[in-house]
């Protein structure tokens, strides 16, 4: 069973920084894409950014140029490097992981919480 853990959220004020990551119990090999997407209360989840095997980044025009998103073959773990953030960022953040086989496997979130 792949399990993904997601960590670095936290309480930030505006213009601050966090880098957030999700490891995977496997292989990150295994999966075709991987991504990051949030959801604030009340709203729906929406994509942060994502990234393909090969490497190829995707993100939400909400966070360009502000946040990176990178993995980490070797340590299984994928993440998202936030700057400038934003009190609008303020959500749960989802890591997920998939294959094009139709595999897809999400964590249990972390609380990013950006203070005005």
């Known amino acids: 069973q792949v399990q993904l853990v997601e960590s670095g959220g936290g309480l930030v004020q505006a213009g601050g920084s966090l880098r957030l990551s999700c490891a995977t119990s496997g292989s990150i090999f295994r999966f075709n894409f991987m991504g990051w997407y949030r959801q604030a209360p009340g709203k729906q989840r929406e994509l942060v950014a994502t990234?393909?095997?090969?490497?190829?980044?995707n993100y939400a025009d909400s966070v360009k140029g502000r946040f990176t998103i990178s993995k980490d073959n070797g340590a299984n773990t994928l993440y998202l490097q936030m700057n400038s953030l934003k009190p609008d960022d303020t959500a749960n953040y989802y890591c997920?992981?998939?294959?094009?086989?139709?595999?897809?496997?999400w964590g249990k979130g972390t609380l990013v919480t950006v203070s005005s």
């Open positions: 997920n992981m998939g294959t094009l086989g139709g595999m897809d496997y």
């Open positions: 990234i393909a095997a090969a490497g190829r980044t």
